[in-house]
């Protein structure tokens, strides 16, 4: 079995972040309604004025500025399915399992196109709060371990916060470039190891 994040990793760019443009495009009062507030939320959490887990709860409150979320999110994707990576449409498998911090609601037709298994964050859109922890770092290894999966042959992110579960895998490998070209995952040297524990302990995990 493969596992692959999915945003940065098989997608370019964030898929929640490109949801949120492509919807006030096509409803242009909320650059006015809501932006602002997002980029006034994401400089806050930057400064360490803002936990980052409570900043993201904030943003996926555009999830609900829809009349047909459903439809939306297909139309979505009718237009952003093509951002998919050429490298990993060529070794798809249909056992591979896309592991996504994103929301389950805006990975699940993504994955369902692409014919994959699929475990992202799970968010309530119309409570607008979350009912399990993020799917990110540490979650996702925990996720893996306790659903007892099979060997994970390939482990594919672009991000070091996933080294808990790149170390689950027989091999892992580093996607940068815009998601285009994959590498072998860096040597955990000194630096390293402080660069991981900085992002998996940067607030994502949320306990509920």
Known sequence: ????????????????????????????????????????????????????????????????????FDRDIERFWDSREKNISEWYLKQKKPDDLILSASPSCVIAPIAKRLGVNYAATEYDRETGVFTDNLMYGKGKARYIIDNDFPVIENFYSDDLSDTPIALCALKAHLVTCKAQKVEDWPHLDADTLRTVRRKINSGWTIHI
């Not at 096509?26 to 004025?49: D, M, Q, S, V």
């Open 1 to 68: 079995m493969n596992v692959y994040d999915f945003d940065r990793t098989i997608y370019y760019p964030d898929c929640t972040v490109d949801f949120a443009i492509w919807l006030m495009n096509r409803r242009p009062h909320l650059w006015l309604t809501f932006c602002p507030g997002a980029l006034i939320n994401y400089i806050r959490c930057e400064t360490g004025k803002l936990p980052r887990a409570v900043m993201i709860r904030k943003f996926l409150t555009i999830l609900r500025q829809t009349d047909d």
